[in-house]
């Protein structure tokens, strides 16, 4: 029987998902969906490689000699890339540049779950919990200092978005910070049954807030 090799895995011929014959894209495009993030590490190296795994449950879908971890999360063939960057420079605090990236999740129960795999792991918990009143949001650092952000919509999509078009930023919205919670007591709450309509809710959020349930 002969060995597989690379090249059994080199598909026949090329399947785009779809062909737009010329003269057919008559308007500017915009992305289909954000691909991948792409991270330089050095001395943390492994731990972020680690770090990504469990945070993402993801697969290390290729490691390459020169240093270059690929891993997915779902169908694509990577969704976060970690270079290993010998001798680069650490980010110098508050730089220009990507402040953090987002993922957003299904259900709070999800985030939830996250959140006590990573510090039962023994990862620091979040920095930051907030109800931006659209989204709830729990704020890591990765090992690099990398902040990451673990989020879902509290509304339907065209509901989050009239919110945010419309009511977040306005007099009657408040402070951002009204909306901020405690991780542990955000995990306890939804663990003893209190249901997502009320720990997804802005009002309740900071209603739990005030008597320091939340
Ligand atoms: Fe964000």
Redesign the pocket.
């Given at each position: 029987m002969n060995a597989v090799t690379p090249t059994d895995y080199l598909p026949e011929k090329v399947s785009p998902l779809r062909h737009d014959a010329p003269g057919v894209v008559t308007s500017m495009p915009s992305p289909t969906k954000l691909h991948h993030i792409h991270i330089f590490s050095d001395t943390r190296y492994e731990e972020m490689v680690e770090y990504y795994k469990v945070m993402f449950n993801a697969e290390v879908i290729r490691v390459n000699p020169y240093g270059l971890t690929f891993m997915s999360f779902d169908d694509h063939d990577h969704r976060i890339v970690l270079i290993k960057r010998e001798g680069a420079d650490e980010k110098p605090k508050n730089a220009i540049g990507v402040s953090?990236t987002?993922f957003c999740y299904a259900s709070l129960g999800e985030l939830v779950y996250v959140y006590r795999t990573m510090t039962d792991a023994g990862y620091e918990g979040p920095a930051y919990c907030v109800n931006h009143g659209n989204s709830t949001?729990f704020y890591y650092r990765d090992p690099d200092g990398n902040q990451v952000?673990l989020?879902m919509d509290n509304f339907t999509t065209l509901e989050t978005q009239d919110y945010k078009r419309h009511y977040q930023w306005s007099e009657e919205f408040g402070q951002m910070s009204e909306g901020e919670f405690d991780p542990a007591k955000m995990a306890d709450l939804y663990e003893s049954g209190v249901p997502d309509t009320v720990l997804i809710d802005r009002e309740e959020v900071r209603r739990l807030r005030r008597e320091g349930k939340l």
């Open positions: 953090h987002a949001a952000e989020m």
